[in-house]
Every structure is written in structure tokens, then in C-alpha cells.
């Protein structure tokens, strides 16, 4: 095999709780996360050399421009920590086409790293399976592994323990983004500053529903949270704003993804989730809006 084009999906967080912080810093989570069906495509063709290109949709809010184009890109990053795990001294030509709103808490550099791990397994042979290219991909990132296993799954520990879960029943999603492009490490310092209250374990009760009878929109939609709205929203009141106007137009249930500034909005209906859609556009007319799905594990090749 001379060349392979991987489907690299970004990930939402139907929640996500921080629940301590190790004695290196890193925060600990408790988050479940879900695959949804916005990608980007990731070309690999065995050269001599790294190389690689970004290629971005010309959709407006993508924000694109922080997109290294040289080895602090993380799929470059992958692509150098693979072949130099299997020993093989050639490269690999990458060219990323992006349409994963970046700086977005869709964990669009995280799944482009995963699908290079992957591909290039597969373009040198190295049947590497996905215990082996989890075990690579935390060093990258804590949202690797999840990109490698994909589907739904709780994510604890930095959010490299995973239970994969049964996903949730078929959702219109609504996912929206401004072109502010957020600091996930600000954010995270903002929150530390905050003292946080009690709160619910619905990351805990959504796993319950998930594998006992599954879980339909309006029970995803009532489990809902995430720790880090507040923060990213006092930075941002608009995108508190955006996910209330998707509530107005139908939602059953929105909310901030990650460290934001994404917004996704859960629709039970086509039409309705279409209609937001063309209304949040015009309500936002600098925000990338477009509507998607939940991508199964399977789906995730
Ligand atoms: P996460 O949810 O994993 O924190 P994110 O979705 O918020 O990530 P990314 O899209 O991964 O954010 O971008 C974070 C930063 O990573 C960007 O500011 C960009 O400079 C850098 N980056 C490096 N490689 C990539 C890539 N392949 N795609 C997007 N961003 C990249």
C-alpha cells in the first residue's frame, strides 16, 4: 500500500466534570465523550521524508489560521513518534483537510494525530492494534486514545481511562462556533481559580443509562453538563447566549463542548434542526454552523 485517506471525526463532551487534579497538574476528568460526524480527511502517502499541508474549507468561524503547517502539528508529531516506535526510517507526505473548527474543544488536532497513528500502521503494515496506538497516543495527548477508539465512551483519569458505551439513540446535532479561538490551558487556570460546588455525577448516571437500555435524546439531553461553561462563558456571555437560542429554536437540550467555544444543540427532529440551523446563521453570521450526527465505534475505520 502507497497511500491511504483516513476519516478523522471530532468529539463532543455530553459531559465533562473535573474531579481533582494530580500532583503534575493535570486536571482529572470524568467526561463522557462522543464521536460526532464532522471530519477531517487525513491523505498519508509513504514518502522519504515528513511533509504536510493543510488544506481548510473555506467555511467561515473554522479559524484555521492557528493550524501549524510544520513538526509542532500534532499529526506530525504522531507521525514522527510511530515510525520512530517501529524503526522505520522512511516518512510520510500528510496533508490534512480540515473542516473541524479549530481551537474549539472538538478536539480537532487530537483526532487528526489519531488517524495518523492509525494509517500509518496500516500504510507500513505494522498491524499495530488499538491497544498498542492508544499507548502511543496518550503520549501526544490525553484525547488521543479516544480518537483511536472513537464511538462513545467515559473517559476518566486525564481522559485517557476509557469504558467504551453503547452510544445514544440517533440525535440531530446542531454544532456551532464563533471565531473566537479559546485556550484550553486559560480556561482550565480560570477554573482552578473558582471554588466549586457539589454537583451531580451525571457523567456516572448517563454511563448507567447507556448500558443498561441505552438512552434516548431526551435522557442524554437531561444528563447534560459541563463544569467548564461557566468559566469560557464569563470570557464569553455569547456563548451562553448561543446555546439558550438553541433551546428557543428546538433543542431538547445544548451545550458548550470541551473548553469551548463550541455549542452543540441536540434536535430529535430533521426539519427542526435544519431550520435552527439556517436561524442560528443568521442570528451568528460569523459562526461556522452545521448540523451532524453521532458516529458509532464502528464507523469509526
Ligand atoms: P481539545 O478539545 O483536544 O483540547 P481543541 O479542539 O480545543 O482540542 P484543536 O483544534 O486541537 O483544539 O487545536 C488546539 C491547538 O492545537 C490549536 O491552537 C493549534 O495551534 C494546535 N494544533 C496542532 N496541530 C493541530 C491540528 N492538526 N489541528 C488543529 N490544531 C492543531
Redesign the pocket.
Known amino acids: 500500500m502507497e497511500d491511504i485517506s483516513i476519516k478523522a471525526y471530532?468529539?463532543i463532551n455530553l459531559t465533562l466534570d473535573i474531579t481533582g487534579r494530580r500532583e503534575d497538574g493535570y486536571h482529572l476528568l470524568r467526561s463522557i465523550m462522543q464521536q460526532i460526524s464532522v471530519y477531517?480527511v487525513v491523505e498519508l502517502k509513504k514518502a522519504d521524508d515528513i511533509s504536510l499541508k493543510?488544506v481548510s474549507s473555506n467555511a467561515s468561524g473554522l479559524?484555521?489560521e492557528?493550524?501549524?503547517e510544520d513538526a509542532?502539528?500534532?499529526?506530525w508529531k504522531a507521525a514522527e513518534l510511530i515510525l520512530k516506535e517501529a524503526g522505520i526510517s522512511g516518512g510520510v507526505e500528510i496533508i490534512?483537510h480540515?473542516n473541524?473548527?479549530?481551537?474549539?474543544?472538538?478536539?480537532?488536532?487530537?483526532t487528526?494525530?489519531a488517524a495518523v497513528l492509525r494509517g500509518i500502521s496500516r500504510l507500513y503494515g505494522l498491524g499495530y492494534d488499538s491497544g498498542k496506538l492508544c499507548e502511543l497516543g496518550v503520549k501526544l495527548?490525553?484525547?488521543v486514545p479516544f480518537c483511536i477508539l472513537g464511538g462513545t465512551a467515559l473517559a476518566e483519569g486525564i481522559g485517557d481511562k476509557l469504558t467504551v458505551l453503547p452510544s445514544p439513540e440517533k440525535a440531530y446535532i446542531l454544532l456551532a462556533k464563533l471565531p473566537v479561538?479559546?485556550s484550553?490551558r486559560q480556561v482550565y487556570e480560570a477554573y482552578d481559580a473558582l471554588s466549586v460546588t457539589e454537583r451531580e455525577d451525571l457523567s456516572g448516571r448517563l454511563t448507567e443509562l447507556l448500558m443498561d437500555h441505552g438512552a434516548d435524546i431526551k435522557a442524554v439531553s437531561a444528563c447534560l453538563m459541563n463544569v467548564l461553561a461557566e468559566v469560557t462563558q464569563d470570557q464569553y456571555p455569547v456563548i451562553g447566549q448561543m446555546a439558550g437560542k438553541m433551546k428557543e429554536l428546538g433543542a431538547e437540550g445544548a451545550l458548550m463542548?470541551?473548553?469551548g467555544p463550541s455549542v452543540f444543540g441536540l434536535f430529535a427532529d430533521e426539519i427542526m434542526v435544519n431550520k435552527a440551523c439556517d436561524a442560528m446563521k443568521k442570528s451568528y453570521p460569523d459562526a461556522f454552523c452545521t448540523v451532524c450526527g453521532f458516529i458509532g465505534g464502528e464507523e469509526n475505520d
Do not use: E, Y
Not at 72 to 75: H, K, M, T, V
Open positions: 471530532a468529539k477531517d493543510v479559524s484555521h492557528v493550524v501549524p509542532r502539528n500534532i499529526a490534512l480540515k473541524i473548527p479549530a481551537a474549539a474543544g472538538l478536539a480537532g488536532g487530537s487528526d494525530a495527548g490525553a484525547d479561538a479559546v484550553t463542548s470541551g473548553s
